[in-house]
């Protein structure tokens, strides 16, 4: 089982930055392969970017050049950080773990983004 617990989510304007953490339980973070997704009212949640246990990255195609995600396995922590954000980033972000056929999901964390 793992804990995940976002943060850095909150309002900001249209062109700014925000970076995201997810802080994970257990002693097989490493082992990982770590994502950001996230759900706007009324739609599905979608994938933003996947880090790998070998540090290869895939983003969606919205957010490519503009997000980053990254993984500090010492601190049990992945980052995304998000610039030039858009009124269309406007969802809750949600810190995703998978290992095997083994899934988790944090809580989530707001992210609004205002014109």
């Known amino acids: 089982q793992v804990q995940l617990v976002e943060s850095g989510g909150g309002l900001v304007q249209f062109g700014g930055s925000l970076r995201l953490s997810c802080a994970a339980s257990?002693?097989?973070?490493?082992?990982?392969?770590m994502g950001w997704y996230r759900q706007a009212p009324g739609k599905q949640r979608e994938l933003v970017a996947r880090?790998?246990?070998?540090?290869?990255?895939n983003y969606a195609d919205s957010v490519k050049g503009r997000f980053t995600i990254s993984r500090d396995n010492a601190k049990n922590t992945v980052y995304l950080q998000m610039n030039t954000l858009e009124p269309e980033d406007t969802a809750v972000y949600y810190c995703?773990?998978?290992?095997?056929?083994?899934?988790?999901w944090g809580q989530g964390t707001q992210v609004t983004v205002s014109s």
């Open positions: 257990g002693s097989i973070f490493s082992r990982y392969t």
């Open positions: 995703n773990a998978q290992i095997s056929t083994a899934t988790f």
């Open positions: 880090i790998t246990r070998n540090g290869s990255t």
